[in-house]
Nanobody, 116 residues
Framework: QVQLTESGGGSVQPGGSLRLSCAVS????????MGWFRQAPGKQRELVAV???????DYADSVKGRFTISRDNAKNTLNLQMNSLKPEDTAVYYC??????????WGQGTQVTVSA
């Protein structure tokens, strides 16, 4: 059974940084795609950043140049470094993985709040 556990959310002022981590159990290996999504109040869930195989990561236009997705195979974690945060980045952030059989898993989400 795949389990995803996010951490690292919190409150930060505009221009600040946060680093989200997603612990992938039992292993980070064996997925077709891994990524981060977010959902702001009253809005649909949207893709933030995704990485698939050996391809370059894809980012939402709104976060390009500010966010970086990465993985730590030794720690079985998927990470999202968020810099130059803006109030519009406020949302619940979800870790997501997609298996080769189209099986999909979500974490429980972690709140990110950006305000002065």
């Amino acid at each position: 059974q795949v389990q995803l556990t996010e951490s690292g959310g919190g409150s930060v002022q505009p221009g600040g940084s946060l680093r989200l981590s997603c612990a992938v159990s039992p292993s980070i290996f064996g997925f077709n795609r891994m990524g981060w999504f977010r959902q702001a109040p009253g809005k649909q869930r949207e893709l933030v950043a995704v990485m698939a195989g050996s391809s370059d990561a894809d980012y939402a236009d709104s976060v390009k140049g500010r966010f970086t997705i990465s993985r730590d195979n030794a720690k079985n974690t998927l990470n999202l470094q968020m810099n130059s945060l803006k109030p519009e980045d406020t949302a619940v952030y979800y870790c997501n993985v997609l298996g080769f059989l189209r099986d999909e898993y979500w974490g429980q989400g972690t709140q990110v709040t950006v305000s002065a």
